[in-house]
């Protein structure tokens, strides 16, 4: 069955109520929903624990297609890469304006409303009717795609809503393993999804310990599971280090981090309030496990503590930075902004204000582990923040999204997983990441949308025969 899309915008003459501009184009459909459809990683539609498993109901959140798992709608300021697996565009250039499948009750004025009257199922496909009034959605327009209708209710997140965007799907609860055995998914760096491997890097004794663990993803072997017991051991490497060390003594202040570059990093630090941040750190080459070490002095960085982790009657990791594109990003000490820090020059530090004071919360609510800032595509998300590619600060409404994460979130395609817990209580989580697209439809003439001018748009999904 082959799918066809159909789209009319319509700008409208608030005071005459006449069609001033019509633009008609036709889509193309991306594999989005194909891989919500297709893909099962880690098994996460089976339940798989026992009763204490939590897994999102199909009928009425993902079911029907249309207008669940395609029920909102992006548009963007630039022309998207005609791609079907361009899932998610670089988030330089987010959404100029959104709609989910319902009416905006909310002040968002980036965010239109389905017309629910007009919008309906056809008899080979589905009708989606949208509207933006003269304050809403203004902007140009030069490409639009069908999203979830989570994704159209904040795309990443606005000052109404920082939610919608990661939808949680499942909820493992780890019950039978012991202390030791969760600090070895708590501490996991980096998930290679296509290779069935968790890695994961703690700090013991002054040496960095390095497992790689088999992870069933995709390939089951004969006595797996998927509730996380079975993920044996393949290889240990240890490095013992003379300069490198976590800092503290009933937390131990530390963390790793994957570098996206070839390389895992290491970094020990304690909050200081004035003065010179002092930073021990370690770099590590994946492919031969080479290792470098040193201290940072950071001139004038006033910087929180990278993170922590610590074993005892529970496992426990805090985390609070993250690496893009060869920088390392650590909030400020007083919240006030975040500063990026060269991996290859640690003279090359950058304060970017935020223009205010955040809340600096856990983006997992309070407990015994935390996760303050992460990273999906190339977007950097805070408790009440967006760091874009080009390092510009979006401000957003503080959110609990990730309740009891503990871990980065890994990232396949639309799934996002982790590992976390709060006293006792483990679990594994996915999230599906729900602004992708659908569809992608570059418009053969960009629009402008004004304050003078409501807009309709009219977008038919259609079945037809291959």
Request: charged content about 20%.
């Amino acid at each position: 069955m082959k799918v066809k899309g159909n789209m009319v915008i319509e700008m409208i003459d608030d005071a005459t109520g006449e069609v001033v501009e019509r633009v008609q184009e036709e889509n193309m459909v991306t594999n989005a929903v194909n891989h919500i459809l297709g893909l099962n990683p880690m098994g996460i539609f089976y339940s798989v624990a026992g009763e204490y498993d939590t897994h999102l109901l199909w009928n009425d959140n993902l079911l029907p297609v249309c207008p669940n798992m395609i029920g909102g709608i992006l548009l963007y300021s630039e022309a998207l890469t005609e791609d079907a697996d361009n899932i998610y565009p670089s988030t330089a250039k987010l959404p100029v304006a959104y709609a989910s499948n319902d009416v905006n009750a909310t002040a968002d004025v980036a965010r239109g409303s389905m017309n629910l009257t007009e919008s309906k199922p056809l008899d080979n496909g589905y009708r989606f009717v949208w509207e933006f009034t003269p304050s809403q959605g203004n902007g140009t327009i030069a490409a639009v795609a069908l999203t979830s209708k989570q994704g159209g209710v904040a795309a990443y997140g606005s000052m109404e809503n920082s939610k919608a965007a990661f939808y949680q799907i499942m909820e493992t609860r780890l019950e039978t393993q012991s202390v030791e055995e969760l600090a070895e998914l708590f501490s996991a760096v980096e998930v290679d999804f296509e290779n069935n491997i968790l890695i994961n890097i703690r700090f013991q004794d002054s040496s960095v310990i390095i497992h790689k663990r088999r992870l069933p993803v995709f390939t089951l072997g004969l006595n797996d599971r998927l509730n996380d017991t079975t993920n044996d051991l393949l290889e240990e490497k240890v490095i013992t280090c003379s300069t490198f060390k976590f800092l503290g003594s009933y937390t131990p202040y530390g963390d790793f981090l994957d570098g996206h570059d070839g390389y895992w990093y290491g970094f020990a630090n304690q909050a200081n309030s004035s003065g010179d941040a002092k930073m021990y750190w370690v770099k590590i080459k994946k492919d031969d496990y080479t290792m470098t070490e040193g201290v940072w002095t950071l001139s004038n960085a006033c910087l929180k503590a990278i993170g922590s982790f610590k074993v005892d009657t529970y496992a426990q990791r805090s985390v609070r930075g993250v690496i893009r594109n060869g920088y390392l990003y650590l909030t400020a000490y007083n919240d006030e902004g975040i500063y990026k820090i060269n991996l290859s020059n640690s003279t090359d530090v950058t304060l970017i204000p935020f223009g205010f004071t955040s809340a600096g919360k856990s983006q997992t609510d309070s407990g015994t582990c935390a996760n303050y800032l992460f990273m999906v595509n190339d977007l950097i998300i805070g408790w009440d923040y967006q760091i874009k590619p080009d390092d510009t600060v979006v401000q957003t409404v503080g959110s609990t999204r990730l309740l009891n994460l503990g871990t980065p979130l890994f990232q396949y395609k639309e799934f996002c997983f982790g590992w976390g817990g709060n006293y006792g209580s483990d679990y594994r989580m996915c999230f599906l990441l729900t602004p992708y697209l659908a569809s992608i439809n570059n418009l053969s003439t960009a629009v402008v949308k004004t304050t003078d001018k409501t807009m309709k748009i009219t977008y038919e999904l259609t079945e037809e025969d291959s």
